[in-house]
């Protein structure tokens, strides 16, 4: 519902904001700050622009969105659903819904004023007259026929505002919402749902009417500059640009925004409209933090635009108030560095200021985490290691501790693992006697990090482990690691080994490889070893691995015998090209992809394994055609395994790769024919 005119234009421009119920998107105003007017109807707002254009926006029925074009406008007014403006020559145009010919204006260019009912039209002329046209319900528009009014206002009823300053009153009256109140001391008014307000020359409110949800309980003071009133509520504006509203709020539409930057305000059925004055300094936060900062941040950079008006200071305060600078800042765009958080809520305000001293705030909760909830690790006794020698870490008894790391970087040679374990050995390079490392794990979670140190001393190596053996070691326990090459010698090929991965570069073709283990049982030595990752670069006659492997990684080279250590070892993943035999008296867990196949594979026991000639590690089997083959896969058990390999041709006749197990269970082999169709078949004893 419009006020009179002038009450909603503002001497300057400025931006739209909007709250309350949104089922149209009424609340979804246009951008931009070049806005003089506003109206609000009952789900939709219209704004009249300096330029003198109109824009509209909210619910699309009826057509009432569809302005008319040019920019010869001074006024407009919302109703239900239909729309009238006052051009700059004094005649009228509506638009919207005209069921009952609220929009057929009335000729003639001496109108100064306009107002919307539901579905009626409401008009001042230049000569004191009122004029209405649309639904005559209850008399509505049956004007009084004087020539003494000076402001208007139209909803179900109308009131009138005489030049004596009394008010009068006509239409629909349900709630006594014609009933004016007496005196001859009125400056505005205002046409409600079924009720009405006015303000009086001293600045005071009354409103009467239907007086439910306390629409009618207008606030004290005589502080007041606008009103205006929706279908249940009202709003007001203060002289000092700030707003208040009272009556029904089932939608927060009497949650007025804060501030003190407002010229003009309009109230809709369920909804509020306000302008925003332009030279209003403006300052958002635009890098909303974490949802929390660790204990060990007690400072965090926050950055944000601000508009042209926040020409004066510019500050953040903390949680305890105290303010504080340090700001830089570009055109419009700002950043700072705030200090002293506090664990737990952090509440800070970022606050600027225009040359008048009006400022504007915007507040960012940061939250830091408690001491209390830090992640916890044990101490981590100190270690000693022996040049040559393999040292495995973990740490151990973690509580609160989502993930941990190590600064593998503090010793050449370390390596962590990515759970809790850490190993790296003190090989020639790497580290000498008498040395003394501090190796950091830190446990981590949301909250924070904390740190425990290794400190390892470096001690001479053992007697059998001399200078004349570069490739001789010792694990941790005591056992001898040793390695050799036939292709060192014969060829310069050379052999590195850091404590977890064993590679040869400068391969001989023929080359013959071996890491042995040797138990020493005087140290406890328990005979096992963990490799992670065995290399060549190029083919070799003989691997002979005694431990455990994670890999062996030579995908691109053949191999003829691939051996591997003790009955109670495990291998996990191997890829080669070809090879002739590959065994072990122990287990495989992993995959063995030879892309161009075997002859003869043997292992104590297959527990989830993948054995594949000709498909690639990570294919899916059941429908991946091997291109490859092997003679005989031989095995003690088998359980939860996979063998995919291809049937060849020989003579004229079908030969089909043989695996033989004493005892297998949920095993398959997706055998590939000579037709390419894979066929998987249950591996029985």
Known sequence: MLLTTATVRAAVAGSLVAWGQNNANQTNCPAGNDYVAIAAGSYHGVALRRDGSLVAWGDINWGKLNCPTGNNYVAVSAGQDHNVALRNDGTLVAWGANGYGQTNCPPGSNY??????????????????????????????????????????????????????????????????????AGNDYTMIAAGGDFSVAMRTNGTLVAWGNSADGRTNCPTGNTYAAIDAGGTHTIALRNDGSLVAWGNNSYGQTNCPAGNGYMAAAAGTYYCLALREETTPFVDITNPPPALLNYHVDSYGLGGTNNMYVQGDLWWTNASGTSFGSFSRTGDTWACIVTG???????????????????????????????????????????????????????????????????????????????????????PGFGTASQVWNIAFIGM????????????????????????????????????????YSGIKKAGSVALFDGQNLVVNNAM???TLSFAVKQNRKTGGNGSFILRDVRMDNDGKCASIGGDVDQLSMAGQRIES????????VVSNIALESAKTISTKGTIVGTIAVSKGFETLTAGALNGARILAGVPASADVTNTPA???????????????????RDTMMNDKVVTPGIKVKAASNSTFFRTGTNGIVTPVPIAP
């Open 445 to 484: 979670n949301q909250y924070g990090a904390e740190t425990q140190t290794l400190v390892v001393s470096v001690a001479p190596h053992v007697k059998k482990i001399t200078p004349k053996k570069p490739l001789l070691f010792e694990d941790e326990d005591g056992d001898l690691l040793s390695i050799s």
């Open 341 to 427: 958080l506090l664990e737990g809520d952090n509440l800070i305000r970022v606050c600027g200021t225009n040359l008048w001293g009006k400022s504007a705030t915007d507040t960012v909760l940061l939250r830091r985490g408690y001491e209390r909830d830090l992640p916890r690790l044990d101490p981590i006794p100190p270690s000693t290691l022996r040049e040559r020698q393999v040292l495995l870490r973990q740490v151990t008894g973690r509580t609160n501790v989502a993930a941990v790391t190590c600064d593998a970087g503090a010793v050449a040679g370390a390596s962590f693992f990515g759970s809790n374990t850490w190993r790296f050995s003190c090989i």
């Open 627 to 645: 291109t490859a083959t092997f003679k005989t896969l031989k095995a003690t058990t088998m359980d939860n395994s996979i063998v995919a390999g």
């Open 112 to 181: 100064v004023a306009v107002s919307c009912g539901y579905w009626q039209s409401l008009a001042l002329r230049n000569d004191g007259s009122l004029v209405a046209w649309g639904w005559n319900r209850d008399g509505v528009t049956n004007c009084p026929t004087k020539h003494d009014f000076v402001a208007i206002s139209a909803s179900d009823h109308n009131i009138a505002l005489r030049s004596n300053d009394t008010l009068v009153s006509w239409g629909y009256n349900s709630n006594g919402q014609t009933n004016c109140p």
């Open 562 to 569: 691939v051996k591997f250590g003790a009955k109670a070892g």
């Open 509 to 511: 073709q023929d080359g």
